[in-house]
C-alpha cells in the first residue's frame, strides 16, 4: 500500500540556517505530494503541494520538488526563522485517501 | 483561523467506557474526515462521511463510529476505549469533489484512556 517515510526528529537549528526534511514515499500509482505544517495547538495547514513529477512546490520561502526517480519529496528552506518552529508532516493522497509520515519537528533558535 | 472546531480540547476517560468528540465544519463542508493521531506518529485516517453517510473507512474497529449533522457538525463516537486510544483527534472539512489538499484541519481534540 501507499505510504510516507520522512527523517526522524527533532530538528534543532539556529536562525538563518539552512532546513532540509528527507521525506520519501512508496505508492503504486501517480499520487499527490503535500507538506503540512502544524503549530502547538492548532489543526494542520497544508505548507505546499506538488501533483506530477518535477512540480515544484513552493510557500513562505519553503519549496520541494517531486521526484518521481528517486520517490522523494524533500522540504528545504534556505534561512529558517524562529517562527518556522513546529511539526512538519510529509503526506501523499491518491483519490480519496491520504497518508501521512509521522512528523518531524523543527526548532529554530536565535 | 480555518473555520473548523472542535470540543472539547481535552479529555480523559477510562479504559471501558464511551466517549463523543465533536467537530463544527465550515459551512458548505458537506463532507467530513476524522484522524486519529498519536503520539510521535503522523494522523490515520478513520473513516470520511458525506452528506450524513459513511463514505470511506481506514483499518479501524467498527467501535469508532461516526454521525453527520445538516449543520455540517459531526460526531466521533468510540466504545469500549483502549488505552491505545489515546491520541490527538482530527477533523478535516472539504466541499465534496473539490482536492484533499483543500481540507481544512481543526485543532484537534486530545483524548487520554486511563
Known amino acids: 500500500g501507499n505510504s510516507v517515510t520522512q527523517m526522524e526528529g527533532p530538528v534543532t537549528l539556529s536562525e538563518e540556517a539552512f532546513l532540509t526534511i528527507n521525506c520519501t514515499y512508496t505508492a503504486t500509482g501517480y499520487p499527490s505530494l503535500f507538506w503540512y505544517v502544524q503549530y502547538p495547538g492548532e489543526g494542520l495547514q497544508l505548507l505546499l503541494k506538488a501533483t506530477k513529477a518535477d512540480d515544484k512546490g513552493s510557500n513562505k520561502g519553503f519549496e520541494a520538488t517531486y521526484r518521481k526517480e528517486t520517490t522523494s519529496f524533500h522540504l528545504e528552506k534556505g534561512s529558517v526563522q524562529v517562527s518556522d518552529s513546529a511539526v512538519y508532516f510529509c503526506?501523499?493522497?491518491?483519490?480519496?485517501?491520504?497518508?501521512f509520515g509521522a512528523g518531524t519537528r523543527l526548532t529554530v533558535k536565535p | 483561523e480555518t473555520g473548523v472546531t472542535q470540543s472539547p480540547t481535552h479529555l480523559i476517560k477510562t479504559r471501558g467506557q464511551q466517549v463523543t468528540l465533536r467537530c463544527s465544519s465550515q459551512s458548505g463542508h458537506n463532507t467530513v474526515s476524522w484522524y486519529q493521531q498519536a503520539l510521535g506518529q503522523g494522523p490515520q485516517f478513520i473513516f470520511q462521511y458525506y452528506r450524513e453517510e459513511e463514505n470511506g473507512r481506514g483499518n479501524f474497529p467498527p467501535r469508532f463510529s461516526g454521525l453527520q449533522f445538516p449543520n455540517y457538525s459531526s460526531e466521533l463516537n468510540v466504545n469500549a476505549l483502549e488505552l491505545d486510544d489515546s491520541a490527538l483527534y482530527l477533523c478535516a472539512s472539504i466541499i465534496a469533489g473539490y482536492p484533499l489538499d483543500t481540507q481544512y484541519f481543526g485543532p484537534g481534540t486530545r483524548l487520554t484512556v486511563l
Open positions: 503526506a501523499l493522497s491518491e483519490g480519496n485517501d491520504m497518508r
